[in-house]
């Protein structure tokens, strides 16, 4: 997976529509997982949550609107982006999916296009950086389509790694991330890099954050990892 690639988790049982998602998905720059059933999407979210969930209703061994329910009533996955996609198009099915937890109802068949629009409006809300946004935190400003970061309106040069760091620390300021979490978000999940180079890009980017004589805004959390406040 490409660092900072947003990822999402495609569950859809017919292998044909599928793969049309999935090729789309990918051709708009997103890093796709697939499942076909429920019990393997729970498994897959288990491994490594994606940043959007795109669920069937109709699925083979766990419902779709299950599988919802379960993602919604656990902690480390209650924030995760579920669109529903379903045959059933009647409000009460809309009403029920929606009550579920699903951020988003998109009835068959649809538009792909439009699919794609829904998948980008629920990353601006969760992983702004993907889509062009400007991060703001107290005095640090990051913008992700120029590649610049400001703190007190003086600019600070960022290595590619250093800059992927402090993004993910700008998207959920206050939350704290454990190394491997990092080594996820920053250096992607199909490459191997010892938890220590975390801490050693930490130290460089304090540095550079603290290069004007500023306050480290970086806060380390004993046992537990990093968090940016």
């Given at each position: 997976m490409t660092p900072q690639q947003?990822?999402?988790?495609?569950?859809?049982?017919?292998?044909?529509?599928?793969?049309?998602l999935a090729y789309n998905l990918e051709a708009d720059g997103f890093a796709v997982t697939s499942a076909g059933n429920g019990e393997e999407a729970l498994m897959?979210?288990?491994?490594?949550?994606?940043?959007?969930?795109?669920l069937d209703w109709m699925l083979p061994n766990v419902s779709g609107i299950e599988v919802c329910r379960r993602l919604k009533t656990r902690p480390e996955t209650r924030?995760?982006?579920?669109?529903?996609?379903?045959?059933?198009?009647?409000?009460?099915?809309?009403?029920?999916?929606?009550?579920?937890?699903?951020?988003d109802y998109v009835i068959k068949p649809y538009s792909v296009i439009e699919l794609m629009a829904r998948v980008?409006?629920?990353?601006?809300?969760?992983?702004?950086?993907?889509?062009?946004?400007?991060l703001?935190?107290?005095?640090?400003?990051?913008?992700?389509e120029t590649?610049?970061?400001?703190?007190?309106?003086?600019?600070?040069?960022?290595?590619?790694?250093?800059?992927?760091?402090?993004?993910?620390f700008m998207e959920k300021p206050g939350r704290v991330w454990s190394r491997e979490q990092l080594l996820d978000r920053v250096w992607?999940?199909?490459?191997?890099?010892?938890?220590?180079?975390?801490?050693?890009?930490?130290?460089?980017?304090?540095?550079?954050?603290?290069?004007?004589?500023?306050?480290?805004?970086?806060?380390t959390v004993r046992g537990a990892g990093y968090s940016l406040g």
């Open positions: 947003p990822s999402v988790l495609l569950v859809e049982d017919e292998p044909a529509q599928r793969e049309v897959l979210v288990e491994e490594a949550a994606p940043d959007v969930i795109l924030n995760v982006p579920i669109i529903m996609i379903s045959a059933r198009s009647e409000e009460v099915d809309r009403v029920r999916g929606l009550e579920t937890g699903a951020d980008r409006a629920q990353l601006r809300r969760t992983r702004p950086s993907t889509v062009g946004q400007r703001e935190y107290q005095d640090i400003v990051l913008d992700s590649h610049r970061v400001t703190r007190n309106g003086k600019e600070l040069k960022l290595g590619p790694t250093e800059f992927r760091l402090l993004t993910t992607g999940r199909d490459i191997y890099v010892d938890t220590r180079t975390v801490d050693v890009h930490i130290g460089r980017l304090r540095k550079t954050l603290c290069a004007h004589g500023d306050k480290d805004p970086l806060r």
